[in-house]
Every structure is written in structure tokens, then in C-alpha cells.
């Protein structure tokens, strides 16, 4: 069990920010969001379209699901592995 000392408490995927921006080029229409999801020195930003709750909300389920995959000591930067056939 960890205690309030361990790092993995310091490390925590959070997100930092959610805020309104341009489409991406090529695409027009629609409302879209930046967000961010801080981690030390090594944010993580992402743009969605939607609404504002929609958006906040898709980016704490991110960041929820990096600290599960922390927590269980899978990387978190690198795709999933799936079982070999």
C-alpha cells in the first residue's frame, strides 16, 4: 500500500486546461477545445470538438485512465500490447 511519501503521488496525470480554439486545418465548423494534462514537465495536449463539459470530461477520463496504467506499472507513453495468437 502506498503512503502519502511515495512518488507516484507526485506524478499524478492531471488535467491543467481546457480551452476553446480554431478548428485543426482542413476543417471548418463546430466548436473545439484544447486541453491539457500535466504530468511533471511532460504535458500532454490533445484538441476535440464539442461542448465544454463534453471535452473536460473525455480529458479527466485520459487522464484517469494514464494513472491506472501507471499505478499498475504499464507505461504510460507506450500502445498497449495485446496477447499473441
Do not use: C, Q
Not at 33 to 40: D, E, F, L, N
Not at 65 to 70: C, S, Y
Request: glycine fraction near 10%; proline fraction near 4%; charge should be positive.
Amino acid at each position: 500500500m502506498a503512503d502519502s511519501t511515495d512518488s507516484s503521488y507526485d506524478r499524478k496525470f492531471v488535467v491543467t486546461e481546457v480551452v476553446r480554439t480554431d478548428p485543426p486545418r482542413g476543417l471548418s465548423g463546430g466548436t473545439w477545445y484544447r486541453y491539457t494534462i500535466g504530468h511533471g514537465s511532460s504535458p500532454i495536449s490533445g484538441i476535440r470538438s464539442g461542448s465544454l463539459k463534453s471535452v473536460t470530461r473525455y480529458a479527466d477520463e485520459f487522464a484517469d485512465n494514464l494513472n491506472e496504467r501507471a499505478l499498475h506499472g504499464y507505461s504510460v507513453y507506450a500502445t498497449r500490447r495485446t496477447a499473441k495468437k
